[in-house]
């Protein structure tokens, strides 16, 4: 997915990948600009023999491999099956609210700001709740969900006085509060109180940067770039002569000797192919019930390998994924639509997934972008608004519409739509109600914000 070149957006994504890896340094930041959450976060990267994974794991400077290998295995152990597990899914670049939704009958002022990009009257299917919206036919997935009950819709969340960058307003959702200052990330703070100090699965981000939501001070979290990708590479070796090759490795660190310098180096082999061994099963990708057939692409992939790992016992908490390319100043007929398509099949496949398994009621999904896009067009695109779209979606979802359509006819100061509910107070409902904590701890003022009913 490619965005449209917006140069705050370039700079985000330019500043958070550096502040992700470990040593390279940060750019200059513009006055004002907020760092990003886990700025500083020390990184290591090791395979774990007991997942399969190859991890990156942030905040866990004292503990070495074995500690953690061990803090995973410990929390596997302990976690009960039903332990619930919360999914961010994050929209990068500002999702258009009025695509996801688009007001089609009802308000006349939708038509005529939108002479290129307004959906022709009819197409889509309606909301219960509201009829005067429709979900994007290329959202027919999460569409479909919904009619089964299956998704909470907020068709205005987001904040007061909504800043239009990319970097701070991001910056806002992922500490969980409107502080430029914020350095650690909500669902970070959340595992500070509730997570362990060896367990770096409580935490993952599925994606080859750490997200900042989960920036945690205390605990350790842990970045998967491809899960179903993890191998040993060897020069100019590859193929059937390969597989010869560590299959004689294998065999080679099993005899016993009295040598001390070869008896380490048959070790070392020997736990080679115990490691080749039991990455195996992952080579040939995850397996996927029949039922629940995904799309191409790295997101489908990624919730893909989640389905999986979730029934694999794995000791997640909170998962956080990134699919970027929403800004769209430009071309947006060209861009978007291709973009919805894929984000609501695969989270369509992936309740499909964890439906066939039987572990459906474990997995809330939350689905946010930094904010909406103006309810008038540029001509080909439209620019950075304020209030947004939100879903949460599983078969634990409420099912209930969170805060109204603000409509048209009344837009905020800045000729924006207004938001008709709080994300703070969307937080401080999914901590309570779903992951079982208090959120006053995780929340700063977190008394201020109305709690909408989330699960059922």
């Not at 688009?102 to 219960?128: E, F, N």
């Not at 499909?352 to 080909?380: C, K, M, T, Y």
């Not at 969170?402 to 409902?429: I, K, Q």
């Given at each position: 997915?490619?965005?449209?070149?917006?140069?705050?957006?370039?700079?985000?994504?330019?500043?958070?990948?550096?502040?992700?890896?470990?040593?390279?340094?940060?750019?200059?930041?513009?006055?004002?600009?907020?760092?990003?959450?886990?700025?500083?976060?020390?990184?290591?990267?090791?395979?774990?023999?007991?997942?399969?994974?190859?991890?990156?794991?942030?905040?866990?400077?004292?503990?070495?491999?074995?500690?953690?290998?061990?803090?995973?295995?410990?929390?596997?152990?302990?976690?009960?099956?039903?332990?619930?597990?919360?999914?961010?899914?994050?929209?990068?670049?500002?999702?258009?609210?009025?695509?996801?939704?688009?007001?089609?009958?009802?308000?006349?002022?939708?038509?005529?700001?939108?002479?290129?990009?307004?959906?022709?009257?009819?197409?889509?299917?309606?909301?219960?709740?509201?009829?005067?919206?429709?979900?994007?036919?290329?959202?027919?997935?999460?569409?479909?969900?919904?009619?089964?009950?299956?998704?909470?819709?907020?068709?205005?969340?987001?904040?007061?006085?909504?800043?239009?960058?990319?970097?701070?307003?991001?910056?806002?959702?992922?500490?969980?509060?409107?502080?430029?200052?914020?350095?650690?990330?909500?669902?970070?703070?959340?595992?500070?109180?509730?997570?362990?100090?060896?367990?770096?699965?409580?935490?993952?981000?599925?994606?080859?940067?750490?997200?900042?939501?989960?920036?945690?001070?205390?605990?350790?979290?842990?970045?998967?770039?491809?899960?179903?990708?993890?191998?040993?590479?060897?020069?100019?070796?590859?193929?059937?002569?390969?597989?010869?090759?560590?299959?004689?490795?294998?065999?080679?660190?099993?005899?016993?000797?009295?040598?001390?310098?070869?008896?380490?180096?048959?070790?070392?082999?020997?736990?080679?192919?115990?490691?080749?061994?039991?990455?195996?099963?992952?080579?040939?990708?995850?397996?996927?019930?029949?039922?629940?057939?995904?799309?191409?692409?790295?997101?489908?992939?990624?919730?893909?390998?989640?389905?999986?790992?979730?029934?694999?016992?794995?000791?997640?908490?909170?998962?956080?994924?990134?699919?970027?390319?929403?800004?769209?100043?430009?071309?947006?007929?060209?861009?978007?639509?291709g973009d919805l398509l894929e984000i609501g099949n695969s989270l369509r496949s992936f309740q499909r997934d964890l439906e066939a398994r039987g572990i459906q009621d474990r997995?809330?999904?939350?689905?946010?972008?930094?904010?909406?896009?103006?309810?008038?067009?540029?001509?080909?695109?439209?620019?950075?608004?304020?209030?947004?779209?939100?879903?949460l979606i599983g078969s634990k979802a409420k099912g209930e519409m969170v805060g109204e359509f603000p409509g048209l006819a009344v837009l905020d100061e800045d000729d924006n739509?207004?938001?008709?509910?709080?994300?703070?107070?969307?937080?401080?409902?999914?901590?309570?109600?779903?992951?079982?904590?208090?959120?006053?701890?995780?929340?700063?003022?977190?008394?201020?914000?109305?709690?909408?009913?989330?699960?059922?």
């Amino acid at each position: 997915m490619a965005n449209c070149g917006c140069n705050d957006y370039s700079r985000t994504q330019l500043l958070r990948r550096a502040a992700a890896q470990a040593g390279q340094g940060l750019p200059a930041i513009e006055q004002g600009m907020p760092l990003p959450a886990g700025t500083g976060l020390t990184r290591r990267s090791f395979v774990s023999r007991a997942t399969g994974l190859a991890l990156s794991v942030y905040g866990a400077a004292s503990l070495g491999p074995k500690a953690l290998e061990h803090g995973i295995a410990a929390a596997a152990a302990q976690a009960p099956a039903s332990d619930p597990i919360l999914v961010s899914i994050f929209l990068s670049g500002g999702a258009d609210a009025l695509t996801l939704l688009p007001p089609t009958s009802a308000h006349p002022q939708y038509a005529a700001w939108r002479p290129t990009l307004a959906l022709p009257a009819g197409q889509g299917t309606p909301l219960t709740e509201d009829p005067s919206l429709r979900f994007h036919p290329s959202l027919d997935g999460i569409a479909e969900l919904y009619g089964e009950g299956k998704v909470t819709v907020m068709p205005a969340v987001g904040y007061d006085d909504a800043n239009q960058s990319h970097f701070t307003s991001r910056h806002y959702w992922e500490v969980g509060e409107v502080n430029p200052w914020g350095r650690w990330g909500w669902l970070g703070r959340y595992l500070d109180h509730h997570g362990v100090a060896d367990n770096p699965l409580q935490g993952l981000a599925l994606g080859w940067d750490l997200q900042p939501s989960l920036a945690a001070h205390d605990v350790p979290v842990a970045t998967v770039g491809q899960p179903d990708n993890y191998d040993f590479w060897t020069p100019g070796v590859w193929g059937e002569v390969q597989d010869k090759m560590l299959d004689a490795f294998g065999d080679l660190g099993d005899p016993p000797t009295g040598d001390a310098g070869l008896a380490q180096a048959r070790t070392a082999v020997a736990a080679t192919g115990r490691l080749r061994d039991q990455l195996a099963p992952y080579q040939g990708g995850f397996t996927t019930p029949a039922g629940a057939t995904y799309p191409n692409g790295d997101f489908a992939g990624r919730l893909r390998a989640l389905a999986a790992m979730v029934d694999g016992g794995l000791p997640l908490k909170v998962v956080a994924i990134e699919s970027g390319g929403y800004d769209t100043h430009s071309n947006q007929l060209d861009s978007l639509p291709g973009d919805l398509l894929e984000i609501g099949n695969s989270l369509r496949s992936f309740q499909r997934d964890l439906e066939a398994r039987g572990i459906q009621d474990r997995v809330l999904v939350h689905v946010w972008s930094e904010f909406g896009r103006r309810p008038e067009e540029n001509g080909s695109g439209t620019d950075h608004g304020a209030a947004g779209t939100g879903f949460l979606i599983g078969s634990k979802a409420k099912g209930e519409m969170v805060g109204e359509f603000p409509g048209l006819a009344v837009l905020d100061e800045d000729d924006n739509l207004r938001n008709t509910s709080d994300f703070r107070g969307v937080y401080c409902a999914l901590l309570e109600q779903w992951l079982g904590v208090d959120a006053a701890p995780i929340i700063p003022n977190a008394s201020n914000f109305a709690r909408p009913a989330l699960v059922a």
